[in-house]
């Protein structure tokens, strides 16, 4: 059965197929990156800075 | 925040837990093992460079070497790259993940036991690669040399030692969010697990021999999908959490962009995985993978730049510092050079560019920029902020590190501007023809002589970065004596993150939860605020998943077709498997790391085929494990080689290759004409081979060595007839002769139909050695023509 199914899968629109999966992907990553709060933004980029925990550890 | 002196400290988890999660736990950082990753970083650094400063001095004196075979630049080529990548760059990325994880998760690391055993196994192994490649145990596959026992110990170190302590390491942390370095990091674990366990699998022929499940195209796919992913996985991402982290250390200020930095990551983690075959432009390669690679090739060049933009601007405001600071100096120069890789890679991965590019030493100027600029110096630039703080001492001499810093960028210019030169010289004189079509420089040793002097330049800014290496080993040296007697180690308190976690509550709530829409648009709104990428981006499972989705679907995507479409490798009914005696010789090929020098591979581009005949056909490939198409034309491409010059030729070019060739810059393999072939260690390659799928004989199976004797003893009779010596049979010069004669000639070889009276002796004989074609292999039908016999889809 697998081997009828992996002759009947056509594999010349893998290129394509690629290319569109990444393109949602990136624009996934877009969005969600541009969603994202200034406070959180700071707050994250600031982690490597102190090495003491700081509380609240929230965004 | 307190401090304890080491020794009070508890030995594997930190100076004490509770068991209650709401109650304050206390905890200090590993720096220890921080510390003795950054001892191995600066110790396998020197080896790395020293051993490249010898493999470069070598190329224009070769008969420095005086025939040795364990210095040869064959077998000393890899041990620089696996040194340079593997030694160096490995333990550089251990320092920076051990110290900067603890302090990004505020948790010492997991287990300190797992910890020492990671640093001690990866010592070995670097150690077992030392020994191995200058004793000719190689698979020869690029930056995958080391044999099967050593691949499988990468394994269990890197995945289960290195990985599962991260991992855990993470699981108990105490930031709620992983910082974006740590995504690089966690990346970086899972590709090169995948890629070192797949491009890897063999089937052994002995403690010291595996042969490839992958042949011809597919093995060289698999290779360029490892070695262009290695670059990728362990030369890149580990480097850009590195700058993550001590790029803002050393500034005092945050990443310029944080949105840009998840960006750059998810970006960069798709795309590279799939750029492995723009290395095979032109090649038996199918085109449709060639363009696909070429393309995200291209499109890598977005993120990567990404990255470059965010680390420089990360020194917005802070330029001041950089000129008084030699660490910021250092990581500028680095991210710059990262820069200007990350633009030429996908320049030269477009196929016209790399119908010059490729082979020449453009490529290893390429890749010297970023290793020597990139890699080099985000690791010196990390150790010298690392050196004062983990011995807690001021750094011997601040002028050495700013005169380091100059000697290493000046010896970066001096290698790479010449071989730069060099490479595309040797481009534009390997395809000039003149009016008449034919080719401006046949003598391919011509083209090679042209370039010397620019080699020298290389030997002079290899021994400034050298000179370089140096002074950062006397400075951290002299740092360590001036150490305490005791180091402190700060003692921190905090709760264990709780289990529950408020900010999902509040991402629920829509802020059209009162007003007057469809249900829908309330649920797109929360969908939109992303709270469930928040929520991935706290959970390291579920985020370590993700990313080997990433990569692990990128690759499908390419491996899946390439192995199950069949028209990508079209058979070839005169291609046969090596004879026992041809097997031995490819062996012996390989070990002397001849694929560093000569490349397999005629592509259709008319002055090859003119320099050195028909091109290079997928079905000429399916015995070859591994693929030997190389990656690099320091000598001329061997893939017709087989009949062009008489075995005493051969002989003779082993023992001196001046003699024959003037101007050759191939070492003597002297040692080949002296050493005797063991004929009884034949059958192990023999039945590897037929496991794999090799067509061989009963005879070939079960008197292997008597079969290879008897074409060693008519190769041995021609060279007596040619004018060479007698008694050369058992020598192992035989069997490379006989693989070498062999080469390319598979397509042109013409079947002698079944005769219907009975054989000669001498050609009975002449078949059992394998020298004639088989009347089994009639069965196979093979074409009537006398050349080119063509492909058979």
Known sequence: MIKDLVCALDYSNCAEVA??????????VLFSSMRLSRAAVERFSSIPLNDQVEDPRYE | MTTAAAHEASPDRGPGTTSDDQRLETFSYDDQIARMFVAATIVWGLVATLVGLIVAIILVMPNLTSGLPWISFGRLRPLHTN????????????????????????ARMWSDTLSRMHFWGWQIIIVAAAITLPLGITQSREYAELEWPIDILIAVVWLFIFGGNFLMTLVHRRERHMYVALWFYIATIVTVALLHVFNNLVVPAGWFKGYSVYAGVQDAFMQWWYGHNAVAFFLTTPFLGLMYYFLPKAAERPVFSYRLSIIHFWSLVFIYIWAGPHHLHYTALPQWACTLGMLFSLMLWMPSWGGMINGLLTLRGAWHKVAVDPVLKFYVVGVTFYGMSTFEGPMLSIRSVNALSHYTDWTIAHVHSGALGWNGFMTFGMLYWLLPRLFQTKMWSPRLVNLHFWLGTIGILVYIVPIYAAGLMQGLMWRAMDDTGHLTYPDFIETTQSIVPLWWLRVLGGLMYFGGVVMLAVNATMTWIARPSTYEVPVYSAPRLTKEYEGHEQLKRSVLQDAPVLDVAKKLDVWAQMGWHRSWERLPI????????AVVIATLFEVIPTFLIRSNVPTIATVQPYTPLELAGRHIYVSEGCYNCHSQMIRPIVAETKRYGEYS????????RPFQWGSRRIGPDMAREGGKQSSFWHWTHFQDPQNVSPGSVMPSYKHLLENDLKFNAIAPHVKAAAYLGAPYSDADLNDTAAVAMKQAEQIAADIVQQGGPPMTFEKQAIALIAYLQRIGTDLYRTETPAPETKQAPETEQAVEAGTEPRPADSETPVSATPSLPGEQQ
């Open chain 1, 19 to 28: 290319l569109c999966v990444f393109f949602v992907v990136f624009a996934a």
């Open chain 2, 83 to 106: 040194a340079a990548i593997f030694a160096f760059a490995g333990n550089a990325i251990f320092a920076a993940i051990y110290y900067s994880t603890q302090r990004l998760c505020k």
């Open chain 2, 542 to 549: 579920k985020f370590t998943v993700l990313a080997t989705l």
């Open chain 2, 617 to 624: 056909k997928p079905g000429e490939f399916i015995y070859d």
